[in-house]
């Protein structure tokens, strides 16, 4: 691959700013699960009483300046926050209508002031008169004379100070940055009679802030923040947190307000356009349930049901309690299901959860039932009056399976409804929703039939 070397001569008087020396004491992230999170950075500055200007760099690029706040011994008169970095485009933008210089692979110089360019291809004015158009950059380097003014090499912080004492300080920075987030991912197996779990949870975390953050102490906050677009305030410091669920976890989970906090118990590195996996809790052996499920609910229609979707839905269930190994909140995540048959473990299907509290029961459709078949007809669709209307519904399951199964209807109704006659019990859920628990022997067929009364 060719590559484009750019030569920078800087005059005495460049404007390249100059970082404040700094040594970084500790470092803390905070990440949310929605694109955000907060750097706590405590750095040693050398300091002089009175006014200064000091710079710091290696802050996100994705920072949000009006949450940049500052703590030390006296007060802040400005700050700015830069991110101009250099660059081939920029520099030559920079550089329109002035004379530059390029190189070919064989030392020919072709001079002349720059009318248009960018790192592909450039167009010139030469000084004997005429233009050069050159389409393909890749075997020239660029000569200018200088830096242009207000570029910087990284982005960068910069305070002007007033400080009540001289010597070293230890100065707190705080602000937020897009870039940062986190998901939990979930991966669970199933035993060979579908009765127990084994689950295994992860924390994959994106850096995309611009930043690299070495040995962080590393926070994640499960929940739905609610933010606004603009004038964003500044996150500081967090008040303290109740006391939280102790286990041998690398995170030890924490209340906080109405969220929840993962506190991992070591020091990390997140380096910049990277993705982390730390596990989150691992544990064995969890009771379940399998279920199937038909419900109507996705083609439901005022007067009554047109269910083109004669599908089977199975579904995994288990509760999350402490005598299971679980007991903590689970962060919204994707649950991806396996299966083992005793000699290896095959894929089967994935769900996404909620954030859910601990001690509630999760559901997850792992998939639909290939060998269960359902076939729904209207028998009866009478209006006996303005307000008054008559429904009549057949069902058929029929189990191509080698065991017995029972399968539960949903049944989404709607308002103002009565159910006239039906050949198989029914729970009511609800005031809109009805539960059938219809068995259907191995190879057999079951019908349900049900009548159902409207007024409106």
């Given at each position: 691959?060719?590559?484009?070397?750019?030569?920078?001569?800087?005059?005495?008087?460049?404007?390249?700013?100059l970082?404040?020396?700094?040594?970084q004491?500790?470092?803390?992230?905070t990440v949310?699960?929605?694109?955000?999170?907060?750097?706590?950075?405590?750095?040693?500055?050398?300091?002089?009483?009175?006014?200064?200007?000091?710079?710091?760099?290696?802050?996100?690029?994705?920072?949000?300046?009006?949450?940049?706040?500052?703590?030390f011994?006296?007060?802040?008169?400005?700050?700015?926050?830069?991110?101009?970095?250099?660059?081939?485009?920029?520099?030559?933008?920079?550089?329109?209508?002035?004379?530059?210089?390029?190189?070919?692979?064989?030392?020919?110089?072709?001079?002349?002031?720059?009318?248009?360019?960018?790192?592909?291809?450039?167009?010139?004015?030469?000084?004997?008169?005429?233009?050069?158009?050159?389409?393909?950059l890749?075997?020239?380097?660029?000569?200018?004379n200088?830096?242009?003014?207000?570029?910087?090499?990284?982005?960068?912080?910069?305070?002007?100070?007033?400080?009540?004492?001289?010597?070293?300080?230890?100065?707190?920075?705080?602000?937020?940055?897009?870039?940062?987030?986190?998901?939990?991912?979930?991966?669970?197996?199933?035993?060979?009679?579908?009765?127990?779990?084994d689950?295994?949870?992860?924390?994959?975390?994106?850096?995309?802030?611009?930043?690299?953050?070495?040995?962080?102490?590393?926070?994640?906050?499960?929940?739905?923040?609610?933010?606004?677009?603009?004038?964003?305030?500044?996150?500081?410091?967090?008040?303290?947190?109740?006391?939280?669920?102790?286990?041998?976890?690398?995170?030890?989970?924490?209340?906080?307000?109405?969220?929840?906090?993962?506190?991992?118990?070591?020091?990390?590195s997140?380096?910049?356009?990277?993705?982390?996996?730390?596990?989150?809790?691992?544990?064995?052996?969890?009771?379940?349930?399998?279920?199937?499920?038909?419900?109507?609910?996705?083609?439901?229609?005022?007067y009554?049901?047109?269910?083109?979707?004669?599908?089977?839905?199975?579904?995994?269930?288990?509760?999350?309690?402490?005598?299971?190994?679980?007991?903590?909140?689970?962060?919204?995540?994707?649950?991806?299901?396996?299966?083992?048959?005793?000699?290896?473990?095959?894929?089967?299907?994935?769900?996404?959860?909620?954030?859910?509290?601990?001690?509630?029961?999760?559901?997850?459709?792992?998939?639909?039932?290939?060998?269960?078949?359902?076939?729904?007809?209207?028998?009866?669709?009478?209006?006996?009056?303005?307000?008054?209307?008559?429904?009549?519904?057949?069902?058929?399951?029929?189990?191509?399976?080698?065991?017995?199964?029972?399968?539960?209807?949903?049944?989404?109704?709607?308002l103002?409804?009565?159910?006239?006659?039906?050949?198989?019990?029914?729970?009511?859920?609800?005031?809109?929703?009805?539960?059938?628990?219809?068995?259907?022997?191995?190879?057999?067929?079951?019908?349900?039939?049900?009548?159902?009364?409207?007024?409106?």
């Open positions: 691959m060719h590559k484009i070397f750019i030569l920078v001569f800087l005059l005495i008087n460049s404007a390249l700013i970082p404040q020396e700094s040594n004491k500790s470092l803390a992230i949310y699960n929605g694109d955000l999170g907060v750097v706590k950075d405590v750095r040693s500055l050398d300091l002089s009483k009175g006014k200064s200007r000091v710079s710091i760099t290696d802050v996100a690029q994705n920072i949000i300046p009006a949450t940049v706040h500052i703590k011994d006296g007060e802040v008169i400005e700050q700015n926050y830069q991110y101009d970095l250099v660059s081939l485009d920029k520099i030559l933008q920079k550089y329109i209508d002035k004379d530059i210089q390029l190189y070919s692979e064989t030392n020919e110089i072709i001079e002349g002031k720059l009318l248009s360019g960018n790192s592909a291809q450039v167009v010139l004015q030469k000084k004997e008169g005429g233009i050069t158009m050159l389409p393909d890749t075997k020239y380097r660029f000569n200018v200088t830096l242009p003014e207000n570029f910087i090499t990284k982005p960068t912080l910069i305070w002007d100070l007033n400080s009540n004492k001289s010597g070293n300080q230890d100065v707190e920075i705080t602000y937020q940055s897009r870039g940062l987030s986190w998901q939990a991912e979930y991966v669970g197996v199933l035993n060979e009679t579908d009765t127990k779990l689950l295994k949870a992860w924390v994959s975390l994106n850096n995309n802030s611009g930043a690299s953050y070495k040995n962080a102490s590393l926070k994640l906050v499960a929940g739905d923040l609610n933010l606004i677009q603009e004038n964003r305030q500044p996150m500081y410091e967090m008040p303290v947190m109740t006391k939280g669920v102790e286990s041998d976890r690398q995170f030890v989970e924490q209340s906080f307000f109405e969220y929840h906090i993962y506190d991992l118990q070591r020091q990390t997140l380096n910049n356009n990277e993705k982390k996996q730390i596990s989150l809790f691992e544990t064995s052996d969890i009771p379940v349930t399998k279920k199937y499920l038909y419900t109507n609910k996705s083609n439901y229609y005022y009554g049901n047109n269910n083109n979707n004669n599908k089977i839905n199975v579904v995994i269930e288990f509760e999350n309690k402490a005598e299971y190994g679980l007991g903590m909140p689970f962060p919204k995540g994707v649950i991806r299901m396996n299966k083992s048959d005793g000699k290896s473990i095959e894929f089967i299907g994935e769900d996404m959860i909620e954030h859910t509290p601990k001690n509630e029961k999760l559901k997850l459709k792992i998939g639909d039932a290939f060998d269960i078949v359902a076939e729904e007809i209207q028998k009866e669709n009478k209006r006996i009056t303005d307000k008054l209307y008559e429904q009549e519904y057949e069902i058929k399951f029929r189990n191509r399976k080698e065991q017995d199964v029972v399968i539960e209807v949903e049944r989404f109704l709607g103002n409804w009565e159910i006239l006659n039906s050949n198989i019990k029914y729970d009511k859920k609800d005031a809109q929703n009805v539960i059938f628990q219809v068995p259907v022997k191995a190879d057999k067929e079951t019908t349900l039939n049900f009548k159902i009364r409207y007024t409106y």
